[in-house]
Structure formats: structure tokens, C-alpha cells
């Protein structure tokens, strides 16, 4: 039985190699059989994300490069080039197969700033809320060694925590991991199965990229340990293999699967339940411990009757009853200070009172785990 047969949420991750034909421009047949099989997935209820090496690739062959440059300033001209041939690409064939699609470039500093995260994150979920299939990709033209994440199999796993994806997909040149390279031992074996972050398998993967993307076994095994991390799975297949992402959700076993641990909603919540230190707290009336504890509702503003600490938006706060003792735990969607401004006002105020309308709840029932 395949990853993604129950998954939702899932994020695509494709090579530079396939994207672009192995460094001859973009591949406009291989876009258009992923949007098709994307397409297909769409329709059956699924929601993707799509993760796409290949805008150096194309700026190269653009600008008439055979070799991969080294000079940061050349890297970066060749991704801008490159950038406007890939999303246009990916733009025209999900249309073509009815799909809606938006373009989403980040950097590293964008995931390691709570706010640029969360704001990262709601517009991403904005988009899949929308049926717009997000195209994600490193954003080249501006990124350094210090703000870069090395290499797309690391951003697809940051994107599957950040969307809470239920898995991810990595389509590459290879069918999968083998438990040595098998063009010099003969004796390699093929993993088909095995659980995320096991140090074993990073032994096994080792090796380096191609000429043309970076990274290489090794990064995407690196890249499964980190999206089992917040419960997702991870799927390592042969990119061209026919109709790889539409059998893989029929429940098709292809490419190496490796399992997390740790159930995504559990592991979300244990992280929170985890926490030691509350950046703050709110106490709530006893029509919200009805709402939270009996109806497995959101926290919202009206219910809270006091605001204590100064807290961030993406903080994990703690819940009190009436009583002092804690209910529940959760990510606040409101800093401390706008918190004590909608604290008994209904959402229909939020916009006069912050200047702005954001979530209505102060803490989504997704966000929140009772004590």
C-alpha cells in the first residue's frame, strides 16, 4: 500500500534532471505529464504542492552556458533568466488541464523568521483553500550561502512541515535507494520500505549530485528525515516512470516509501504538549472549556476573559479555565497585545479594533491540544 492512498496534502518534488532534460532547457513534454497526472489527483479531492528544481538549468541553456557557473552573481542571473521560462511553463500546462497555479519563490530566511513563516504558511494555505496548486522554488536571484537551503530536496521537506502536508514526494533520475550503488556492487539490494530517519539509511545513500541539480541520494534521505518530523511520509521514485503519481495514490507500490514514526496530528501535538515554556497564557469563561473540551471547537476571542505575557503570533500559549488550571495549549494566531484588544469581541470587530482581519480564531482547533 502506497504513502499517499490516504494522503490529502501532498507536496511534489521534482529534479533539475527531469525538469529540464538533463540540462537541455525545460522539458515541456514531462511538465505537461505531471500537470496531467496532477490534474488527476486534484480530482479526486487531493491537494498539492509543487516543489520544482530547474530555473538555473534553463537560464543556462538560455544564456548559451554549457557549464554550471560557480560565481554566485552568475548563478543568480542564470535563475532569473531561467525563472520566467519555468513558471511559465508550469503555468501553461496546469492550465491546460484545468488547473489554477501560483508561483512562490523563498529563501531559507523566509522559514527561520516566525513571522515570514506564518505568513508564508497562510498564503500557501490560502492558495490550496482556493484550488490554486502552488509552484515553489528557491529564490536564486537573491539568496547567498547563508540564506540558501542547499538544495530543493531540503525545500520540499521544509514545505511539507510548513503546510503540514500528509507527504511528500521526491521524483528523481533514480528508481530509488538501494543499499549500495548498484552500478559497482552487484549485490545491491532495493529498499522499498523502511522508517525515516534511520541512520542506516543515510550509510547507504552517500554519493553526489549531477552536473546540472545539486545533492544526491544522501539529501533525500536527509530530506525524508526532516518531513517525518511533522508526520509526513516520504516516497523516493523514478521520475519518468508512467503515471508515477497517479498510481502511487491508487496505492501502487513504486520507488522506496519511508515511513514516519510519528502519526502527523501526534506529532504536531506532541511538539506542542512538549513545550516547557509558555510565552503566555489566556484564561477563558466556561462557555469556552464547553466549546473546547466537549465540542472539540476553535478558541475563539469572545471566550477569553484575560491575556497574561507578551507573546508572539506562532507562539505556543497555554489555555486556563476559569479556575487557573490549564486546559489546553496552542499557536497563537494573535500576538499578546492584539490579543487583549479582541479579548470578548467578535470577529466582525477584529479590522476596526487591529487595523486588519486575520483568522477569526484566536487558537485553531488544529493548533490546540487539550491537557
Given amino acids: 500500500m502506497s504513502l499517499l492512498s490516504s494522503a490529502r496534502r501532498i507536496v511534489v518534488k521534482v529534479g533539475s534532471s527531469l525538469v529540464t532534460n538533463e540540462g537541455r532547457g525545460v522539458d515541456a513534454e514531462a511538465i505537461a505529464n505531471w500537470s496531467r ?41 542564470a535563475a532569473a533568466v531561467g525563472q520566467m521560462g519555468l513558471a511559465h511553463m508550469y503555468e501553461s500546462q496546469l492550465r491546460a488541464h484545468g488547473l489554477a497555479s501560483a508561483q512562490v519563490l523563498l529563501t531559507h530566511a523566509d522559514l527561520a523568521d516566525r513571522e515570514r513563516y506564518l505568513n508564508a504558511r497562510s498564503t500557501l494555505l490560502t492558495l490550496l483553500a482556493h484550488r490554486v496548486l502552488p509552484v515553489i522554488n528557491e529564490n536564486d536571484t537573491v ?13 520540499g521537506a521544509l514545505v ?8 511528500l514526494v521526491i521524483l528523481t533520475d533514480q528508481r530509488g535507494l538501494y543499499s549500495a550503488d548498484p552500478r559497482k556492487d552487484p549485490a545491491a539490494r532495493f ?18 549530485g549531477s552536473s546540472i541539480g545539486r545533492g544526491g541520494m544522501i539529501t533525500k534521505i536527509l530530506a525524508a528525515k526532516r518531513a517525518a518530523g511533522s508526520g509526513a511520509g516520504t516516497v523516493i521514485a523514478w521520475g519518468r516512470e508512467p503515471d508515477v503519481l497517479v498510481r502511487l495514490a491508487r496505492g501502487e507500490a513504486i520507488g522506496t516509501a519511508l515511513h514516519a514514526a510519528t502519526p502527523k496530528l501526534q506529532a504536531r501535538k ?20 464547553v466549546k473546547l473540551r466537549g465540542e472539540g471547537k476553535s478558541l475563539l476571542p469572545i471566550g477569553v476573559t484575560e491575556v497574561q505575557g507578551d507573546f508572539h503570533r506562532g507562539d505556543v500559549i497555554a489555555v486556563l479555565a476559569p479556575d487557573g488550571t490549564e486546559l489546553a495549549r496552542g499557536l497563537a494566531n494573535y500576538s499578546g497585545a492584539e490579543s487583549r484588544l479582541i479579548a470578548r ?9 487591529l487595523g486588519y482581519a486575520a483568522e477569526p480564531e484566536l487558537i485553531h482547533r488544529d493548533n490546540l491540544v487539550l491537557r
Avoid: Y
Avoid at 143 to 155: A, C, M, P, W, Y
Fill in 37 to 77: 497526472q496532477l490534474a488527476a489527483l486534484a480530482n479526486d479531492g487531493r491537494e498539492l504542492v509543487m516543489v520544482s528544481s530547474g530555473a538555473i538549468a534553463e537560464g543556462m541553456k538560455r544564456l548559451g552556458w554549457t557549464t554550471r557557473p560557480k560565481e554566485l552573481h552568475e548563478l543568480q542571473a
Fill in 143 to 155: 539568496v547567498n550561502d547563508e540564506i540558501k537551503f542547499g538544495d530543493n530536496d531540503t525545500l
Fill in 160 to 167: 511539507a512541515n510548513l503546510v503540514e502536508a500528509d507527504a
Fill in 191 to 208: 529498499i522499498d520500505n523502511a522508517e525515516a530517519g534511520n541512520p542506516e539509511l543515510e550509510r547507504m545513500a552517500g554519493g553526489a
Fill in 270 to 289: 506532541q511538539w506542542m504538549v512538549d513545550h516547557l515554556q509558555m510565552r503566555g497564557a489566556v484564561t477563558v469563561d466556561a462557555g469556552a472549556v
Fill in 345 to 353: 469581541k467578535p470577529s466582525s470587530e477584529f479590522e476596526g479594533l
